[in-house]
């Protein structure tokens, strides 16, 4: 049985033109389960197509994007934000941000295209990472 009751729209302005931008929570009863699914077309499209990103540096962008959907759409204020930030010292990947905040999404990868060159053509997390940090920040609205 899905609960439809907790859809939350990634992009207001697609909700009533199309269903491809959505997080949806579900439940399990005889499993007493419950999750939620994010699928993320348009949105993503228009976030990607804004940087000529490589392949690889592309994937790991759609993916952190994807998490934070997901992530994001559990806020239960439309004022609240969700923050997911990666800073590191050695990797391809220098900088990563992705941010939802009242069901809109955006994303931004800072990236070394010398060390990108050097890296295999399917990276691991830790050659695209190296060392560094990783923050999630839920910022709640207080009204």
Do not use: N, W
Not at 109 to 135: H, K, M, T, V
């Amino acid at each position: 049985m899905v609960d439809r009751s907790v859809t939350h729209p990634i992009l207001p302005v697609m909700q009533t033109t199309t269903d491809l931008d959505r997080a949806l929570g579900f439940t399990i009863p005889a499993r007493h389960a419950r999750g939620r699914v994010v699928r993320l077309g348009p949105t993503l499209d228009s976030i990607l197509s804004a940087h000529a990103y490589p392949p690889a540096i592309e994937a790991l962008l759609a993916e952190a994007l994807t998490l934070c959907a997901l992530m994001g759409a559990t806020l239960k204020d439309e004022a609240g934000q969700l923050t997911m930030q990666t800073r590191t010292e050695a990797g391809v990947v220098q900088l990563l941000v992705c941010d939802y905040r009242g069901g809109e999404l955006r994303g931004y990868i800072d990236y070394d295209a010398d060390r990108l060159a050097e890296a295999p053509a399917q990276p691991s997390l830790f050659a695209l990472f190296g060392q560094g940090y990783l923050a999630i920040t839920f910022d709640l609205a207080t009204t």
